[in-house]
């Protein structure tokens, strides 16, 4: 073999090796670059479908009339805007109610009411500030027991607890009616049977 020939081969030999590394080295970039779009899709993934943003914050009331429905009467909970509230439990299942009123009803007695599991802890409860009409969380906020049902406007005959985001609040609205007291305000570890009857008797028997 002539040194021209021999020449010739070794160039073919190292521009194919030089080919095949190119390509190695290719594959691996890319295999990275795909897994860590993967990784990087995975994680808006998990933030925008785990559980913890739902159980954290509130949603947007359902207009559609099957999951918008009040879980205690059954009417469209995003229709009454000042008065609404919802619930989600530890599994991640959620309900609206039209009113606070029936909020407490269902706090009170979530087994006969609850679409999902009963035995899944309550871990967020937001519901419509009286004074600023925006969803507050009310696991640290607080209610009158308000029981003049012809005060307000409310979405139910019987009546609805005003909520507030903080103590003050709620004492500064007593303080507005005679027929009120500051030991008429209350949280949602309060609330009894006394006070789900008072709301929401009728639908409470329903559901007995």
Same mark, same amino acid.
């Given at each position: ?11 073919r030999?190292?521009?194919?090796i030089?080919i ?16 860590g ?14 559980e ?17 429905e009040?879980?205690?009467?059954n ?6 805007p ?7 439990h ?23 009411f ?24 009310v ?6 027991? &308000? ?6 406007d ?15 609040s709620?004492?500064d ?20 049977? &006394?006070?789900?009857?008072f ?10």
């Amino acid at each position: 073999m002539t040194s021209d020939r021999r020449t010739v081969d070794r160039r073919r030999v190292l521009g194919t090796i030089g080919i095949g590394a190119t390509a190695a080295i290719a594959g691996c970039l890319g295999d990275e670059g795909e897994n860590g779009d993967d990784e990087e899709e995975n994680g808006d993934d998990e933030e925008e479908n785990g559980e913890e943003p739902e159980l954290t914050e509130p949603v947007d009331f359902p207009e559609d009339d099957d999951e918008g429905e009040c879980a205690v009467c059954n009417m469209i909970a995003v229709e009454y805007p000042d008065w609404n509230a919802q619930v989600v439990h530890e599994d991640g299942h959620r309900e609206y109610f039209c009113s606070k009123g029936c909020l407490v009803a269902y706090y009170f007695a979530p087994e006969k009411f609850t679409g999902g599991d009963p035995d899944e802890e309550i871990v967020g409860v937001w519901a419509t500030s009286f004074d600023s009409g925006d969803l507050i969380d009310v696991t640290e906020g607080y209610f009158v027991y &308000e029981r003049d049902t012809d005060r307000h406007d409310y979405p139910m005959p019987r009546g609805s607890p005003p909520a507030f985001e903080d103590e003050e609040s709620a004492l500064d609205y007593v303080e507005e009616y005679d027929d009120l007291s500051e030991d008429d305000v209350f949280t949602l570890e309060d609330i009894d049977r &006394e006070m789900a009857e008072f709301y929401r008797e009728p639908r409470l028997e329903e559901m007995a």
